[in-house]
Structures are given as C-alpha cells and as structure tokens.
C-alpha cells in the first residue's frame, strides 16, 4: 500500500532528517514511530503523503510515485490519508459537526465547499463519524468550548470524515493527560481493527507502543534503527533507538508492569519512565 525507497531529506541549512530510509506498510497494520525528538519521525511521517517532498528516493502511495506526481494527482491521493495531528488544527469558533464536514472537502466540488452547501451524504458521513468518537451530542459545540481530550476525537472524525485508506497521527496524543492518551489511543486502535485501516502513529511514549502497535519502528538520527513486531522490542532495542545515557544504567527498564501489591518504585522503572522523561520536555501544556 505504501512503499518507502531509500529516501532521503535534507533541510535548508543542511540537516538530514531522514537517511536511505526503506520500509513498506500494508493495508490493516497499526505501525507507531518512535525516537528522540529530531529523529525524523513527523518528517516521516509526511513524506508519505507528500506533505515533504523527499531529496531523494520516492514514496509510491497506492503504487503512484508521490515525487512524480502532479499537484493535481497528488490531491487525489491524499483525498484517500487522512491526517490527525498533535494540535488538532480545528476551526475553533465553528462547530463541532463543521469541523468534521471540512473533512468531506475532497469529495465535495469547491463552490459548495465556499457556500458550506453540503450534500446530504457528506453531513451523513459527519454525523456517522461523530458518533464513531462519542461526540454526536457535541456537534453544534463550537470547537473551542471543548477539552483537548475532546478536540482531539473531532481531529480523528474529520479524518475519519474523508473515508481513508490510510490514517496518518502524528503525536496525537502529546498534549494530553495520560489517561486521555490512552482513550484516544483506544480510539484510534478500535477504529483500525474495525475498518482494517492501515494506521501510522508518531508518538514519545514506548509504553503506549508497546501496548497498541503491531509493529514498531525505531529512528535514531534519521535511520531506521529497528522495524519488527511489537512483542520483540528489548532493552537492547531500546538502547539503540535513545542511546544508552537515555536507559540511565536501569538494567529493568522493559520489566513488565507489576501488580498493584508491587512496590511502587519498580513500577517506575518500567518502560513508561524513560517515554514519559522523552516527552515531558518536549511537549507542551498537558490538556484534559
């Protein structure tokens, strides 16, 4: 479905944030990303659908070279990956069921686009994806009245909106509290086991990687470092993609969880220690 040939990104000013990189994604995977900040895992991210525009190698999306492509093909592929993102990128002074409608953009010519003429289909499509996020008794809520937790599920509605092939998340759930992480993360894992969705998610925490991904690949420095099943990810593994001075020396980083008669300390050692240290600095204001 989406094949990555030795692809190559280099910034003005000379940073290389990806080298050679080569992967390959089928169609039902949950694949998540992860590394230190500056890796390469948003610029991988949006290589895929053409948002980075690679310096060398191609991406082929549905078999068509995304480098190669006219800007107007290249819409039409993108018609078909839809895109959650950290920072929801909503509308915030209009409504909830408006924000998710923006989704239907693609199939919608642009004169009814202009006027918000919807057809009946596209508002049934929003509605149905509303109600897919809990979010149906939300939808003439403007934006902005809502939590993080809350902005975040109309993100993946809108997405859901555009009836992918593909859904790409890049940190979607960075700025929220834990346990709304792990609800959106729930979300975005039952919405790929229903749909057989393929589904790419960014994110610092290797404590939810471990938990929702089929497959996890590791960055370091721009390069793959690690692709290969959740399940065979090891302290060693893991000392690859951060670095050793990140492990801190914790030979029981990767321990499984303890039960709750466990001493709350060896709890702390468990892999969700060293993400939530990645991502504390990084990441911005947590939202409920």
Known sequence: MIEVRRVSVTYPGGVRALVEVDAAFSPGEFVVIVGLSGAGKSTLLRTLNGLVRPSAGDVLLFGESVVQASPARLRALRRDVGMIFQTFHLVRRATVLHNVLAGRVGHTPPWRTLFGLWSRRDVEVAWSCLERVGLADKAYVRADRLSGGQQQRVGIARALAQEPKVLLADEPVASLDPRTARDIMQDLKRIQQDEG?????NLHSIELAQE?????????????VFDGPARDVTVETLAEIYGEERLGGAPGWLRPRPSAATDSHSAGSSAGEISGRTA???RGPVRR
């Open 212 to 224: 929702f991904a089929d497959r996890i690949i590791g960055l370091r420095d721009g390069r793959i």
């Open 280 to 282: 504390e600095t990084e």
């Open 197 to 201: 969705i393929l589904t790419i998610v």
